[in-house]
């Protein structure tokens, strides 16, 4: 991953590495608070050991990415913006396909796990658009816990 092609926005003044790489768990999981474990939904005949909850639809569609968020209380909301009295989390896409998840820190700023790679702090959503990721196409919040 190539933080100049693949994130174009990301510039030294707008993120910060918060971890060291850790391929165990995934950006998915991370945006629900999971740092143990990898969350795709491939299928089952695959030799990948991904977990992901047997509630939800085992699909890479947006709509399976928003019930699997749905199943952390959290509900489809407008857009990114800090709301007082709850978090959010966003979900990319390229087309129709999820890639990246992220959430919102209680100062408005996001954190995200790049892929298999760290942990970042970035100052909006829109600095992890690009070729990599896409951009956000969902908006989710609940209340803060």
């Given amino acids: ?61 947006i709509e399976a990415f928003v019930e699997l968020y749905g199943t952390f209380d959290y509900e489809l909301c407008s857009d990114g913006s800090l709301e007082s009295g709850y978090e959010k989390v966003a979900i990319y896409a390229i087309g129709t396909t999820p890639t990246h998840a992220a959430k919102q820190l209680p100062d408005g700023r996001w954190t995200s796990k790049l892929g298999i790679a760290e942990d970042i702090q970035h100052h909006n959503v829109e600095c992890l658009n690009g070729p990599c990721y896409g951009q956000p196409v969902r908006f989710m919040r609940r209340p803060l816990r």
């Fill in 1 to 61: 991953m190539s933080k100049d092609v693949d994130f174009p926005n990301l510039r030294d003044e707008n993120w910060s590495q918060t971890s060291e790489i850790d391929p165990g768990y995934n950006c998915i999981a991370y945006a629900a608070g999971r740092t143990d474990v990898f969350w795709w939904p491939d299928s089952f005949d695959t030799p990948l050991d991904d977990y992901w909850p047997a509630n939800v639809t085992r699909e890479e569609t």
